[in-house]
């Protein structure tokens, strides 16, 4: 008979990490009555503590692990459904149904550098430095800070090297105009619902990332309470990650997020504008007057 153990938190971290290991290296992916067995565990108490380490069950980890083999064949191989076969999928359907959460568009398109993507973007000064806007007929796809026009434009096409990207500039385009509605209600201190997005990652940076635009405005949590939240609370370290791998600033508040002994870790835009940011929304939370965006300038 199948051991049981009640608590999953006392299952051991190497019978977990051999599971991991597993589901990332082995094709077919094994079942899970299978992994289970191996460890000594029932599918239920594997499955509960399999999500509790890694923050996703053990079917959903080795779809995310899937999708990630397939971002990285589809450049070489001859063919999309070749790229899904060696990536461990049934068949093309299944990852067309998936595909917008976890590619960010279609496998074809990803295949081709995302080739006849359009992008439309603009920047505005702010008081964290320049902001680059950036989003496709979908939704936003780019929000970055950076202190110089051209050098934010140039990182937007490394972003998206097949994309067409033009400048808009004169406020009225339908596609940025929500989001820069949203930007400039995020610098004036008020909240506003968020516009569609159009980015890519794994399920578990989603559920990260939809986190992250929960902690109310001027407070912030610990890497390891984020985890604790979506019910991971031993994998701070990917929530870390997963933070990291967030391009849209202000909108997905990343900022947020601190280390456990008040030491503001990482940002991608810098910790002083990290420190910056916070400063400004507790004082907007705390009734100071807001801060104003400036109008848009243009490199061009």
Request: proline share 7%.
């Amino acid at each position: 008979m199948t051991a049981r153990i009640p608590n999953p938190s006392a299952i051991p971290d190497d019978a977990l990490e051999h599971v991991r290991r597993a589901l990332e290296t082995e094709e077919p992916t094994p079942p899970l009555a299978t992994l289970a067995a191996a460890v000594g565990l029932s599918r239920a108490h594997l499955a509960r503590a399999y999500r509790r380490r890694y923050g996703l069950p053990p079917a959903a980890y080795a779809r995310a692990q899937r999708f990630r083999r397939l971002r990285a064949g589809l450049a070489q191989a001859d063919s999309v459904s070749a790229a899904v076969a060696a990536a461990g999928f049934g068949s093309d359907s299944r990852v067309y149904e998936r595909s917008d959460a976890l590619l960010g568009m279609s496998p074809a398109r990803w295949r081709q550098g995302g080739a006849g993507v359009a992008i439309r973007y603009t920047t505005l000064e702010s008081p964290f430095g320049r902001v680059l806007v950036a989003a496709t007929a979908r939704g936003l796809c780019a929000v970055e800070i950076g202190d110089d026009d051209d050098a934010l434009s140039a990182a937007l096409r490394i972003a998206f090297p097949q994309a067409a990207l033009s400048r808009e500039d004169d406020g009225r385009d339908t596609w940025l105009a929500p989001a820069l509605a949203r930007i400039a209600a995020e610098l004036a201190g008020s909240e506003t619902p968020a516009p569609p997005i159009d980015v890519t990652g794994t399920a578990f940076q989603w559920r990260v990332w939809q986190a992250l635009t929960r902690i109310p405005r001027g407070t912030t949590v610990s890497y390891a309470e984020l985890a604790t939240s979506i019910g991971a609370p031993n994998a701070a370290r990917a929530v870390g990650s997963a933070c990291g791998s967030n391009r849209l600033a202000l909108v997905v508040p990343c900022h947020r997020v601190i280390r456990e002994d008040g030491g503001l870790g990482g940002w991608r835009w810098g910790l002083e504008r990290k420190r910056a940011v916070l400063d400004a929304e507790r004082a907007t939370a705390s009734g100071t007057p807001a801060i104003r965006p400036t109008r848009a300038r243009s490199s061009r």
